[in-house]
C-alpha cells in the first residue's frame, strides 16, 4: 500500500520515509495500528506531495538572476543595526520582488554599497574608510546559512578621493574560500588586490599601469578567469588584454595579450562611423561551466535634452566576440549567435547563465542595466525594454545583477 501510494503521488526518495512513519504515528494514536488503512495513508500521502510541491517552488525562487533594486529602511535597532526590505527586480516575470524584514548588522547599517562580485556586496564606511564584504544577498533564499560578513582593509587611493569612484569588483572564489583573492578597479588606472584572510593589505598596481602609459582604461571592467586563474582587464579599445596571476607579491607587471579580430560584422560606413562617436565599455566574461569566453563591446549613443543636464545615452548595441585560442596568438570572432548562453552585465563583474538552467531566460541574449534597462537580442540586435516596475525607486543606487544559485 505504501509503494502503491507513494508511485502515484511520484514522492522524492526522502518524502518515502515520512509517510511511513506518519502514518504509523496517526494510526497508533488514534485508531491502534492494526486500524491503519488506505484512505489514512492516502490522506497523509496528500499532505506531503502538496507540501513538497510548496517547497520544491519556494527554493526554486532564486535561482534565477536577480537585479538588486536597492533597501528600503524600516526600522532603526538599539544594537546600530536596521531592519530593511530589499528590492529585487525578476527579468523572468518583469515584476519587483520584495524581501522583508532582512536585519543589516552595524557594519552594514551604516556603509554603502560600492561594488558586487559572485553575488558578495562590497560596503564602505564613509565616516573611518573601512570596508567589509557580505554575502547578505546570497543569504535571502529559504536555504540560507549564518550571514557573514569579512573586512577589508582600508583602500588608500593613487589619487586623492577617488574611493568614491569604484569601477567594479572582481573575485577569485567565495570570500569564504581562505585562498580568495578580491580585486577592485577604481575609475581611471588603479586597480588594488588583497587577501582578506591572509594579508590584510593592498597590493597596488596602478603605478604599473601609468608606467605602461595606459591611460584609456576607465571603461574597462575587471574579470577573474577560472580556467586560467588570473586577473583580466581589457586594454584601450578592446583589442588587447592585460592579465596578473595571483601572485602578486612576486610580479605586479601585466601580461599582454593582443587580440586579433575575425569575421567583424558588416555594417554601412555611416553606421561605423556613428559607433565611432559612441561611448564603449569593454567586458570580458566566461562561462564557468565550460571555460568559454566572450568579449562583450558596448556601444551607447549620447542625445542632448534640456529634461537631462549634459544629455544621456542610450544603448546603440553590443558586439559579442567568442575567444578561440590559435598557435599565432587568441582571435576574437564576432559571433550573433552564443547558443544557450545569456550574459549579464552590470557595475558588477559580469557574468554567463545557461537559459535553460533558469526557467524563463531568453537564450542568446545580454540583459544590461547601465545605459538603459532592457534585453537585447545577439542574433537580431533588437532590444526588448524593461519597464519601472510599480513600486520600485525612482533611480537605482545600487544597480548590481545577483546571479543565480546555481551558476
Known sequence: MFRSLIGIFKLHPRNHALVKLLSSVFCSAFIGFKGCNFSVVFLISVMIYFLQIHFRSFSSSFTTPYLLLGTTLKNNLPDGSDVRDVLLFDPTKEEMLTVPNITFPEDLAGSRQIG????????????DRTLCISDIYTSLGP?????????LPSLVAVHSNQTNAVWNVAMSSSPSDQNCVVAIKLLDRQLSLCRPHSDMRWTNVGEILAECNLQKLENSSLMYSKRERRFYLPGPGGNSLYSWDLHLKKNKVPSFHELMFKDLPELDDSEWKLLGWCCRTEHLVELASSGERFLVK?????????????????????????????????????????????????????????????SGLKPNSIYFIGHGFGIYNIADTTIHHFQAPEGAPTSFKDPYWLPPSRV
Not at 558586487?116 to 565616516?127: E, K, L, P, T, V
Not at 536555504?143 to 573586512?151: D, E, G, Q, R
Not at 549620447?302 to 529634461?307: A, G, T, V
Open 143 to 151: 536555504k540560507s546559512t549564518t550571514l557573514t560578513t569579512i573586512p
Open 298 to 358: 558596448w556601444y551607447a549613443q549620447r542625445f542632448f535634452s534640456s529634461s537631462h543636464e549634459g544629455g544621456s545615452y542610450t544603448t546603440r548595441r553590443f558586439m559579442v566576440f567568442s575567444e578561440k585560442k590559435m598557435t599565432e596568438g587568441r582571435y576574437m570572432h564576432y559571433t550573433e549567435d552564443i547558443g544557450d548562453v545569456c550574459i549579464f552585465i552590470s557595475m558588477s563583474e559580469a557574468f554567463c547563465v545557461g537559459a535553460s538552467s533558469c
Open 116 to 127: 558586487n562580485a559572485r553575488g558578495w556586496g562590497i560596503f564602505s564606511n564613509d565616516h
